[in-house]
């Protein structure tokens, strides 16, 4: 999950042009910017427990981060400058995985962003931070995360950036502005629920061509992200594989997700059997069923052979009482 959240938040960031050191660039881009920071690693995971402070090794700060509860700021760009370090919440809305960073949008899995305060040059922790770096420098910026006594159950998410203060403009009149944010996402240890529901479910088990779609909806009822996961696969009576779709799904707390599936290309005629399974957290949803696929003109023509069958049935029915009764006289 910690990869899924720093991929949907680097490629979000990337498009915006913000993160990993991108330049907001007006006018005409330039090769190196004046103003061009880098921040390393894009995102972390803590473990929360009421009334812990984390900050330097401490246990519960990021393992894999070798000064536990820091970060690393480059200057790769061509001027020294100035910048700033702050946190901001970390929402994320709907099936489309749009970001907000916004304190108006901040919810009960954001409040990590209010916790977190950084190591100044004066030896103080504050809310924000401003720092001075030359070209090619690279610092070290320590954070704190004091968690509250009563801290809420399940995940919390947050965003630190560090931004440069200011603008800069060449000589071509181009305009810079550098910010890059590395996603800190909390797991409160005891109160983490992972559960879901799974409804809307259903798939074709008759058409008369091709595709053949399935579909179900993933609420998120739990307080934690968690990979919801789903399988789609098609078999022969005598049991070949001949089509399987599956995947996974992020899914965040109070969020729902739509699974829409597309067979575009099955066989023209068959019958087939087709297991559908969806698994979110602790709820899992699987139904198998025989799905027949027959084109029109196969109908048609299975009618045409029934009536004739009929009537050639009638027809002996006839001929035999005729006999009977030739017989009889």
């Given at each position: 999950m910690k990869k899924i959240i720093s991929t949907l938040f680097a490629t979000t960031l990337m498009v915006a042009g913000v993160l990993g050191g991108s330049p907001v660039v007006y006018a005409e881009e330039e090769a190196t910017p004046e103003t061009?920071?880098?921040?390393?690693?894009?995102?972390?995971?803590?473990?929360?427990?009421?009334?812990?402070?984390?900050?330097?090794?401490?246990?519960?700060?990021?393992?894999?981060?070798?000064?536990?509860?820091?970060?690393?700021?480059?200057?790769?760009?061509?001027?020294?400058?100035?910048?700033?370090?702050?946190?901001?919440?970390?929402?994320?809305?709907?099936?489309?995985?749009?970001?907000?960073?916004s304190e108006s949008s901040s919810t009960s899995y954001t409040q990590i962003s209010r916790w977190i305060t950084f190591l100044a040059e004066d030896g103080s922790y504050a809310k924000e931070a401003e720092f001075a770096i030359e070209p090619g420098e690279t610092q070290t910026i320590h954070y704190r995360i004091e968690v509250p006594e009563d801290v809420p159950g399940g995940a919390q998410y947050a965003v630190i950036w560090a931004q440069?203060?200011?603008?800069?403009?060449?000589?071509?009149?181009?305009?810079?502005?550098?910010?890059?944010?590395?996603?800190?996402?909390?797991?409160?240890?005891?109160?983490?629920?992972?559960?879901?529901?799974?409804?809307?479910?259903?798939?074709?088990?008759?058409?008369?061509s091709g595709p053949l779609t399935a579909k179900a909806t993933i609420k998120n009822t739990g307080n934690t992200d968690f990979d919801a996961y789903y399988t789609y696969s098609a078999h022969t009576l005598f049991g070949k594989e001949i089509y399987t779709d599956q995947g996974s799904i992020a899914t965040f707390p109070d969020t729902e997700y739509h699974v829409d599936l597309n067979w575009e290309n099955p066989p023209l005629l068959g019958i087939f059997q087709v297991e559908f399974r969806v698994t979110g957290a602790d709820t899992i949803k699987t139904e198998t069923h025989i799905v027949?696929?027959?084109?029109?003109?196969?109908?048609?023509?299975l009618i045409l052979l029934l009536t004739v069958a009929i009537v050639w049935i009638i027809i002996i029915i006839r001929k035999r009482k005729e006999r009977k009764a030739r017989t009889l006289v």
């Amino acid at each position: 999950m910690k990869k899924i959240i720093s991929t949907l938040f680097a490629t979000t960031l990337m498009v915006a042009g913000v993160l990993g050191g991108s330049p907001v660039v007006y006018a005409e881009e330039e090769a190196t910017p004046e103003t061009w920071l880098q921040l390393s690693p894009t995102a972390v995971t803590v473990t929360l427990m009421g009334g812990d402070v984390l900050e330097g090794k401490a246990d519960k700060c990021p393992k894999d981060v070798d000064g536990g509860c820091v970060m690393e700021v480059k200057n790769i760009g061509t001027k020294a400058f100035r910048y700033r370090v702050y946190a901001s919440p970390y929402v994320v809305k709907g099936e489309n995985y749009d970001l907000d960073f916004s304190e108006s949008s901040s919810t009960s899995y954001t409040q990590i962003s209010r916790w977190i305060t950084f190591l100044a040059e004066d030896g103080s922790y504050a809310k924000e931070a401003e720092f001075a770096i030359e070209p090619g420098e690279t610092q070290t910026i320590h954070y704190r995360i004091e968690v509250p006594e009563d801290v809420p159950g399940g995940a919390q998410y947050a965003v630190i950036w560090a931004q440069t203060i200011g603008s800069t403009t060449t000589g071509t009149g181009v305009q810079t502005i550098s910010q890059a944010g590395m996603v800190v996402s909390g797991r409160t240890i005891g109160d983490t629920e992972q559960t879901s529901e799974i409804y809307e479910y259903s798939f074709d088990r008759f058409a008369l061509s091709g595709p053949l779609t399935a579909k179900a909806t993933i609420k998120n009822t739990g307080n934690t992200d968690f990979d919801a996961y789903y399988t789609y696969s098609a078999h022969t009576l005598f049991g070949k594989e001949i089509y399987t779709d599956q995947g996974s799904i992020a899914t965040f707390p109070d969020t729902e997700y739509h699974v829409d599936l597309n067979w575009e290309n099955p066989p023209l005629l068959g019958i087939f059997q087709v297991e559908f399974r969806v698994t979110g957290a602790d709820t899992i949803k699987t139904e198998t069923h025989i799905v027949v696929i027959m084109p029109i003109f196969v109908i048609v023509l299975l009618i045409l052979l029934l009536t004739v069958a009929i009537v050639w049935i009638i027809i002996i029915i006839r001929k035999r009482k005729e006999r009977k009764a030739r017989t009889l006289v």
